[in-house]
């Protein structure tokens, strides 16, 4: 709770939230909200205003948004709602609700440089293109390091977790429109 | 080509390890419009600027800057989201002196220093800014009259309009006049900064895919017979997973996906087995040699020039 | 406006500008040029020459829906009706000159100046449309049936282009569905953050006559919020629910098309079911609200008459003095300080009209006294580039001409004195307010026990009243104060702060209006610049900082007198006299050096 309020107030978020007076162009242009109504951009700002921090962090739908920047562009408020969501979905994680596939990318990242590595078929098809092998990543001892510096393990505990209450369902509209 | 540009290569991880024909079909035309790379070493993944920027703000920012600061050149990426992250990470750090600081810390422990002013250039606006659509024409060998694409620039190459100033948010056309400048029609398409929906895939599949449809059906319906594109991720949402999509939504598509770098290759002469265009998953063959007829859509002698 | 045209005493002047304005309140000079329309006045509007002329140009009138000629009439009931050449477009082919009967068409007619002497000037120049295609989402310029709210007006005027038929653009037919977007490039900070205030009504009207003539067009209008205060218009918005216009709560992100025909869709969210909607539409309206009129930025030169944030004209006080230019004789009236809707804008012409004539009924009219006067033989612009007196005055009452001394008009002057304190060799003078007489004042206050002492400085139209009002209202506060009364913060020099501590002043205030409220416009603003490096210039003395404070203090707030008072007469007590004599002992060195240029006061010192 406090990491977000913190780190919102770093980026300078939550004074221009305020400013949101609710017209809704962002939930309108959404291309994740058209197809789940319990993803409403306008609905998080306004959590936000409110006040209603916990409520939303624990929101598992916030995971939805692919930032494709769309709310942050009609805004005509200014209000960087892509850039809010960001922080909140970083709060959420430390609740243990971030994505499986996002944190096993991560620990990928962290403890070996890269998200992916290339498999044996793919060397070989570079090799066959007349590519040079791809350039040595950054080295083991700079990686833990960096982890060390940046207390990674600890954090890596915090996505892993999950709470022991049940999660809440969003329940405004569930589910999918008719098609 | 009168100018000289060096630049550090950041083909990112996705384009690393799984997309090696964009990352050839890039280098050859680097190459040739006067582009000298070089390979960036010690580099680590951007990081994702959205799996990994969703999770921690603070490592998302150290890693970036981090990398920023090891290049001697500035860096020419080839991924919109590597551009994103770097874009964005040079952004906050140039607006918050208590991040510098904070961030600052974390690269003294590894000995390095906190990059300054903006060193990252995205490869397609490179072409169309220094490179420009009249001298790309120039280069032209082999115009590739006749065939109809649409463009998609994708989420982070013209947003946040604020950072990167490069065209318009809502319509952006400046791309699309170095595929003219090809040879090319252009094709209209409404909507056309809608999203691929590659980043919801982590969190929900099904969802994913649906947008993936909606942008390959809205694409198709404008009569286009190929898709051009700039970022590596929207690559694996429209190629890598179309068939995905054509089982989950029962519908047929066929809709080759290109890479900028790939269509300026063909333009520029090359062969198509030297760009590595079978590793396409939606098959590309039949569209390319409709383009260069039969025989050279098949070999890969020295091309020849087609009038 | 025909009866404007035939009043004996209104002269009307169309097609003409004015190039230059100059004097004062009573006594204007305005140079107008009266461009060639190319026909006399023996027009008798016949057309024969619309007949003939082999030009087509895009109607200004009709926003680009019509075409008219080269020559031609901006529309039918034009006043005066006598037609006009556009000479950008003509092709002087004469084909006009040949038909026209009573030969009216004349190539030779040349541009025309006139000065004219005027004793008051109005400025109603009213206001622009907002050009949406900036908004590339809603595809203004790009789709043929994305329109704006004038557009539409001209489209359903039974004198318009389609002789009053709902048609759209792209094919001619009758829409089925029209979608109002309100708020286009309004209330957004990346165009026009402010309300326009018209949008709302002109779209509800245009709703409702659509729902009444055409009762099978189904009409939605997407909103922020809707905006109908004051006279009859909630009952308006009444009217229009009734008359089945479908109101939906929610501001569009994009029009895109359907994919079908011509039809378009609109993306927003539909606040009131919570529910993103892909809304079907054949003629979507933009409502975009109102600009500055063309030609605002250079008249503003013109007039010297600024322009506020927005790019409208800055009147002396939107809620006090709303038809007033801070130039005296110069007034507005409409839309050109602001966007408004007809009764307000009518309302304003008739202010307008009466406070011009409150000019013009008198033979004399009584100025202020308290003007400035610059010496010319102390004014730096005769040997270099100076007039910073001039971009300091928010009256345009100092002109400075190259290579020449400033001349302050005292028939403009309003007596605020921010060029005397803004004059680097202090060549201006104010009259009953001479620094003699001012530093005579401090001398005075400051002759005994200075040390225990706080000179407040207070501006005549706010902080001293608020003093006044704390005395008024018996409220209690050491009585360590000593006041000096100016017209304007603006007024107080540098020099009155540091001749304060020469003196041996315990404490100086100086104070004046709030931001926003100063009564010459801009003098509290300039005060607050020049009075923001004295802290730390006296802290390079030796004066602790502390004793040193400016506050901005409203006539009502005697509270707040009372309390800075209270808190500046703690702070001597807590540094003490012995310290604060010190200091001042300290300082004084620096302080002679820093007056020397001011001869009576070294005499005076001597003493």
Redesign the interface.
């Known amino acids: 709770m406090e990491n977000l309020k913190e780190s919102l107030i770093e980026f300078d978020l939550p004074k221009r939230a305020r400013a949101c007076y609710q017209c809704g162009a962002c939930t309108g242009g959404c291309p994740v909200g058209r197809f789940r109504w319990d993803f409403n951009p306008r609905r998080f700002i306004e959590m936000i205003v409110r006040g209603q921090l916990e409520e939303l962090i624990r929101k598992p739908t916030i995971w939805l948004c692919s930032h494709c920047l769309t709310c942050l562009e009609r805004c005509p408020q200014q209000i960087e709602v892509s850039e809010i969501i960001m922080h909140v979905k970083n709060a959420s994680a430390q609740r243990g609700y971030a994505p499986e596939n996002d944190v096993k990318m991560a620990d990928r990242i962290m403890s070996r440089g890269w998200s992916e590595e290339p498999i044996k078929r793919m060397l070989k098809k570079r090799n066959n293109l007349g590519l040079p092998e791809p350039a040595p990543g950054i080295g083991a001892e700079e990686l833990e390091a960096l982890a060390s510096s940046l207390d990674w393990a600890a954090k890596m505990e915090t996505f892993k977790r999950r709470e022991t209450e049940v999660r809440e369902a969003d329940s405004e509209t569930d589910g999918n429109p008719a098609e | 080509m009168t100018e000289n540009y060096e630049y550090c290569f950041f083909p990112g991880c996705l384009i690393r390890a799984r997309l090696p024909h964009i990352e050839k079909s890039a280098r050859l035309v680097l190459e040739r419009l006067g582009v000298e790379l070089s390979e960036l070493e010690g580099a680590s993944c951007c990081p994702n600027p959205i799996y990994f920027r969703d999770l921690d703000h603070e490592a998302w920012l150290t890693l970036a800057a981090r990398n920023l600061s090891l290049a001697e050149k500035p860096i020419m990426t080839l991924c919109s989201g590597c551009y994103s992250t770097f874009r964005d990470a040079e952004h906050a750090l140039e607006k918050s002196a208590k991040l510098r600081h904070k961030i600052g810390e974390h690269l003294d422990r590894l000995g390095r220093k906190i990059p300054s002013g903006s060193r990252v250039e995205h490869f397609a606006r490179f072409l169309f800014e220094k490179v420009g659509p009249a001298m790309l024409a120039e280069q032209v060998l082999r115009p590739l009259k006749g065939l109809k694409v649409v463009f998609h620039p994708g989420c982070h190459l013209v947003r946040p309009s604020r950072i990167h100033e490069f065209d318009d948010p809502d319509n952006p056309t400046k791309l699309e006049e170095l595929v003219w400048a090809l040879g090319a029609e252009v094709l209209e398409y409404p909507r056309k900064m809608l999203c691929c929906g590659f980043t919801v895939m982590g969190a929900d599949r099904d969802l994913s895919l649906r947008m993936g449809f909606e942008k390959l059906e809205i694409m198709k319906d404008s009569g286009a017979q190929a898709v051009v594109l700039v970022c590596p991720s929207c690559m694996v949402q429209l190629d890598r997973n179309q068939r995905l999509i054509e089982q989950e939504f029962d519908t047929e598509l066929s809709l080759p996906v290109f890479y900028l770098t790939e269509l300026i290759g063909l333009a520029l002469g090359e062969s198509p087995d030297d760009l590595g265009l079978g590793l396409h998953l939606v098959n590309v063959r039949p569209l390319v040699e409709e383009l260069l007829g039969a025989e050279e859509g098949r070999d890969s002698d020295v091309p020849r020039v087609r009038s | 406006m025909v009866d404007a045209a035939r009043h004996p005493k209104i002269e009307l002047m169309t097609y003409s500008e004015v190039k230059k304005c100059e004097g004062y309140v009573g006594n204007f000079r305005v140079t107008i040029e009266h461009k060639p329309r190319y026909v006399r006045d023996s027009c008798n509007a016949c057309r024969d020459c619309l007949d003939v002329c082999p030009i087509n140009v895009p109607n200004e009138f009709d926003f680009g829906l019509s075409y008219r000629h080269a020559i031609y009439q901006p529309f039918a009931q034009a006043v005066p009706s006598t037609f006009v050449v556009d000479s950008k477009s003509c092709i002087h082919c004469y084909k006009c000159v040949d038909v026209c009967n009573p030969q009216s068409v004349d190539f030779s007619q040349p541009v025309r100046e006139e000065v004219v002497e005027v004793g008051g000037i109005i400025l109603s120049t009213g206001f622009d449309v907002f050009d949406p295609s900036a908004l ?2 809603y595809g203004y310029g ?1 789709y043929d049936d994305v329109i704006t709210g004038m557009d539409l007006e001209r489209l359903l005027d039974p004198g318009g282009p389609t002789k009053g038929s709902l048609t759209r653009p792209s094919d001619f037919k009758r829409p089925d569905r029209v979608s109002f977007i309100q ?1 286009a490039g309004s ?4 165009y026009n953050a402010y309300c326009s205030g018209y949008c709302c009504m002109a779209s509800l009207k245009t709703a409702i006559h659509i729902r009444e003539k055409y009762p099978d067009v189904e009409v939605a209008i997407f909103y ?2 809707i905006r109908t205060p004051y006279k009859g218009y909630e009952e308006f918005f009444t009217r229009a629910r009734k008359a089945g216009v479908i109101f939906i ?6 029009v ?2 359907s ?1 079908q025909g011509e039809n378009l869709l609109v ?3 539909d ?1 009131d079911q ?3 909607v ?1 809304w079907q539409t054949d003629l979507v309206v933009l409502a975009t609200g109102a600009v500055p009129s063309a030609g605002t930025h250079e008249l503003s030169s013109i007039m010297s008459a600024s322009l506020d944030e927005t790019g409208f004209f800055r009147e002396y006080h939107p809620k006090l003095r709303p038809v007033d230019a801070p130039t005296e004789g110069m007034f507005f009236a409409g839309a050109s300080c602001g966007s408004k809707d007809i009764p307000y804008s009518v309302a304003q012409g008739s202010a307008a009209a009466a406070r011009a004539s409150r000019v013009l009924m008198k033979d004399r009219l009584l100025i202020e006294p308290i003007v400035a006067r610059a010496d010319a033989a102390l004014c730096r612009n005769i040997e270099k580039k100076c007039g910073i007196c001039a971009t300091r005055c928010p009256f345009g009452a100092i002109s400075v001409q190259a290579g020449e001394a400033a001349v302050i008009h005292s028939a403009k002057c309003m007596g605020c004195g921010t060029c005397v304190a803004e004059c680097p060799t202090g060549a201006i003078t104010q009259a009953h307010f001479h620094d003699l007489q001012i530093h005579a004042q401090i001398q005075s206050h400051l002759q005994r026990s200075p040390e225990d002492k706080i000179l407040s400085f207070m501006c005549w139209w706010c902080s001293y009243p608020g003093a006044d009002n704390a005395g008024v209202n018996h409220l209690q506060y050491p009585a360590s104060s000593r006041g000096i009364r100016v017209m304007c913060a603006g007024r107080i020099k540098r020099d009155f702060v540091l001749e304060a501590f020469r003196r041996g002043a315990g404490m100086v205030l100086v104070s004046g209006c709030h931001p926003q409220d100063c009564h010459y416009l801009t003098g509290q603003h300039y005060a607050e610049k020049r009075m923001s490096a004295m802290p730390r210039r006296l802290e390079k003395m030796g004066i602790s900082p502390e004793r040193f404070r400016v506050e901005w203090i409203s006539a009502a707030e005697g509270a707040k007198y009372a309390r800075v008072i209270t808190e500046m007469h703690q702070t001597l007590e807590d540094l003490g006299r012995d310290r604060i004599r010190k200091e001042n002992e300290a300082a004084l060195p620096e302080l002679d050096k820093r007056l020397a240029h001011i001869p009576y006061l070294i005499i005076s010192h001597l003493e």
């Open positions: 590339s989402e790009r708020c209330r957004d900070r990346n922020m919020d709560q929610g501001k569009p992100s994009e895109a098309p994919g993306y927003a969210e606040r919570g529910r993103p892909e």
